[in-house]
């Protein structure tokens, strides 16, 4: 439950599609996942355990790849006084879509490849003095219509909270995040996975429980039945069968993808800007190499410095 102020939720969708980077929501600490997990129908709640997640206990045998040097190396201001950004009137193909005509918000999205909207959702209401909100669960939109979703909680523990969720279409999706105890300690990660109708909710194992679902926790979906989350130094990639893990070369926060070009960066943790790739050869997974960001010249006025908060990539050679 959270206590604060939201309007009325909308979602502004383009008829050619949209993206979203994940919210992030920060945590202190992690410790050893239990070893049980939940399913759910949908919408339903907890009912059969499953065993945890299955990852791959050593990051996955990937090539060090050298990092490639940022070209140029430095991205200098244009000359004082150019005025090379105009701002002009164009017609708009976004429209209005309720998510709940009840109070409320939207705070995660992910768009599917099908065009299937996934979107976790707080619902608001007014006690006395105060505005509560409380978690709405999460709601899909495919075929014109909303659906709300409930994501089972771990056996023995409260609500799960969802820091990044991804979708590869109307019947796969996956949402991040960590679940306490029921008296509000041992927090652990868990990831929430939707497939043949239904939500089911795993424990992480170390040492990814030890970051992933933790705040600055990114996901994307990446191809058919491939799926990324990265946070910190450690990545997770869903083959089909189970989440190898990798280790990153530096930091990341924020994900993007287009097809199978997966990239990251740093997003917002901060620190000194990164970005990296993930490489493959003959569809052979290979590893995650690091690019080189140019440094970026600032005004005259003093500035705290630049952080990469998200990417796009809308191709190959274009990101």
Known sequence: ?????????????????CASSPDATPADRASTPGVIGGRTPAPGRAADAKPMA????????ATELQPLPARPARCAL??????????????TAWRTLWVDRARGSIDLLAVAADGALWATFWTERQRGTSLETRDGGVRRRDGGAWRTFEIPPLPDR????????????????????????????????FIGTYERGRWRSEALAKPAADT????????????ANR???????????????????????????????????????????GGQPAAMRWEQVDREQV??????????????????????????????DDV
Do not use: C
């Open 78 to 91: 244009p000359p004082e006084g150019r005025d090379d950004l105009r701002a002009s009137d164009v017609a």
């Open 158 to 189: 409260g609500a799960p909270s969802v820091v990044a969720l991804a979708a590869a279409s109307a019947d796969k999706a996956w949402a991040i995040g960590n679940s306490s105890g029921r008296k509000g300690g041992d927090t652990i990660g």
């Open 212 to 223: 992933i679902g933790w705040g600055f926790t990114a996901a994307r979906s990446a191809g």
């Open 54 to 61: 299955v990852i791959s206990p050593r990051p996955a045998g």
């Open 287 to 316: 590893g995650w190499r690091l690019i080189g960001v140019p440094v970026l010249e600032t005004p005259d006025h003093e500035v705290s410095g630049s952080v990469l908060r998200d990417v796009g990539v809308i191709g190959p």
């Open 1 to 17: 439950m959270r206590t604060v102020s939201r309007a009325l939720a909308v979602l502004m969708v383009a008829v050619a599609g």
């Open 227 to 269: 799926a990324w989350t990265v946070n910190g130094r450690v990545g997770l990639l869903w083959t089909g069968r189970e989440w190898q893990h990798y280790r990153l070369p530096a930091e990341a926060g924020a994900l993007s993808s287009q097809d199978e070009q997966v990239w990251a960066v740093t997003g917002g943790r």
